[in-house]
């Protein structure tokens, strides 16, 4: 399922982000009969990040969030906010 959301960067700067989500499938439990399935993570793929009409790369922008000692990749972040709108 593709998806458009607005990101706001630690900046205040706002990035528009389009993605693909592809849901990820539970496990099912072995039995006697069957041998079971691992469960699949859900796959989330950044397909544009535009500034104002234009193609930006974000690649290796980290930042910290208020109150926290880790730093946090500014991709990672847009692929769990991507989840976030997915799930709503």
């Keep these: 399922m593709s ?9 205040g700067q706002a990035v ?3 993605a693909e989500v592809t849901e990820g499938m539970k496990g099912m439990a072995q039995t006697t009969e069957f041998a ?3 469960e ?4 989330i793929e950044l397909l544009s990040l535009t500034v ?3 193609d930006v790369d974000l ?15 500014v991709l990672d972040d847009m692929k769990d906010r991507a989840w976030e709108k997915y799930n709503d």
């Design 59 to 73: 690649y290796g922008l980290w930042f910290r969030k208020p109150f926290a000692t880790d730093m946090v990749n």
């Design 3 to 11: 998806l458009d959301f607005e990101y706001e960067l630690p900046s």
């Design 40 to 43: 699949e993570d859900p796959e």
């Design 16 to 18: 528009l982000v389009e």
């Design 36 to 38: 079971g399935e691992p």
């Design 52 to 54: 104002d009409g234009v």
